[in-house]
């Protein structure tokens, strides 16, 4: 799809493209919306097979951030970027890192990036050589590791889903399924376990899983299990996004879905109204791993570590309200983005 008839479908502002032949970089960035602010959002290294595969990712993932920031209740936008490797797991450079900190840099701070898939905070802190509109290092810039945050985020929104079910917000023998326990779904896992409930796991990465064994007392699900079949009370996608789609969603065995990987549903309008007709409570993804995001947004803005955890704990009741919002829906997808759209119309955040 051209340029041009792409923004005006999703509603963007701004796309840029960026190559530098010294260091091979090939990057967009995209700003969706600046209505409620600058527009923080990842940036992510990923082999694409083509240009247009590049540029769809970028849009979509940016209109989220900006619905993601809006139903936070932050003075931010939405944006992202991408950078396109020339191969599968094409290994970074402070070269590479510092030339897309100079292209982060023509925003003059109109866009933030920050860490995602492909990315580290090492990445991010050789961008911060460049400039300053970046979060998540551990050095030349702040914020670190969001993940703990998205986590504790993604646990408030299980509290309210479970209240929103008529159940006792109390995990002590619930039985709790997550599909990836990298960063997110390891720190969850931890939570789960320490609120009392049963913990089941998978990982195609076994390293990781081990870790979760050993360390979060998760216990392993069988390698060829079918994780949608699992019988649980709340299934945990912390893996990848598109992953409930009209086959996964008819075999779910859960009450509930709730967890931190973005653009879980594959078609989020006929897959939120299936889900919502196979009477499974979806709470929605940019509504549930919005931590991360509120803290390092939270810090640009310059909040305290006190603002951005009680902003992260607000999670549990935005949550609350979006599902009860829902029953009026065709999905809490769909509620939810509602929910922040009326944010973006009326030009402001509610606190800070
Ligand atoms: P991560 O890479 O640290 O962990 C992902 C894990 O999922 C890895 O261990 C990987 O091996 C595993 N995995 C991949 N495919 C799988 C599959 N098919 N089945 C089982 N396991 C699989 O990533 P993360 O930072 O934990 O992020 C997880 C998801 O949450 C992503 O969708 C990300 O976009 C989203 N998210 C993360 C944050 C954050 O703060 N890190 C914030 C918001 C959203």
Redo the contacts with the bound molecule.
């Keep these: 799809m051209p340029i041009f008839e792409s923004m005006d479908n999703y509603g963007h502002e701004k796309v840029a493209y960026h190559q530098d032949p010294r260091t091979g970089l090939k990057a967009i960035i995209a700003v969706h919306s600046t209505k409620l602010g600058n527009a923080l959002g990842g940036t992510r290294r990923w082999y694409y097979d083509n240009e247009l595969e590049a540029l769809h990712d970028v849009m979509r993932l940016s209109e989220g951030m900006t619905y993601k920031a809006a139903a936070a209740d932050l003075a931010m936008g939405g944006a992202k970027s991408v950078v396109m490797l020339p191969k599968h797991g094409h290994e970074h450079t402070e070269d590479e890192a510092r030339s897309m900190g100079q292209f982060v840099d023509t925003f003059n701070g109109e866009y933030i990036a920050a860490?995602?898939?492909g990315t580290s905070p090492e990445f991010i802190d050789w961008m911060a050589q460049e400039t300053d509109h970046v979060m998540g290092g551990d050095t030349v810039s702040t914020g670190g590791?969001?993940?703990p945050?998205?986590?504790q985020g993604c646990f408030n929104a299980m509290k309210a889903s479970l209240a929103h079910v008529g159940d006792a917000v109390d995990f002590s023998g619930l039985k709790v399924t997550i599909?990836?326990?990298?960063?997110?779904?390891?720190y969850l896992a931890m939570l789960l376990k320490e609120a009392g409930a049963t913990v089941h796991a998978?990982?195609?990465?076994q390293e990781?899983?081990r870790r979760a064994v050993e360390q979060a007392g998760v216990i392993a699900l069988d390698s060829d299990a079918d994780?949608f079949k699992a019988e649980c009370d709340i299934f945990a996608?912390?893996?990848?996004?598109a992953?409930l789609d009209a086959d996964t969603i008819r075999n779910l065995r859960c009450r509930i879905v709730c967890?931190?990987?973005?653009?879980v549903l594959a078609d989020p309008v006929e897959d939120g109204a299936l889900i919502k007709g196979q009477d499974v409570l979806y709470a929605p993804?940019f509504v549930a791993?919005?931590?991360?995001?509120i803290r390092l947004a939270g810090l640009y803005l310059g909040m305290t570590e006190d603002d951005v955890d009680a902003k992260v704990a607000e999670i549990e009741t935005t949550t609350a309200d979006i599902l009860e919002l829902g029953k009026t829906h065709q999905s809490n997808h769909e509620a939810a983005v509602a929910f922040a759209r009326a944010r973006i119309d009326a030009g402001g955040m509610t606190t800070a």
């Excluded at 791993?289 to 995001?293: I, P, S």
């Design positions: 860490e995602d898939v590791d969001p993940s945050f998205t986590s599909q990836g326990v990298g960063s997110t779904g390891y998978t990982d195609i990465n990781n899983l994780i996608p912390c893996a990848m996004g992953i967890g931190t990987a973005n653009n993804d791993n919005a931590g991360g995001l």
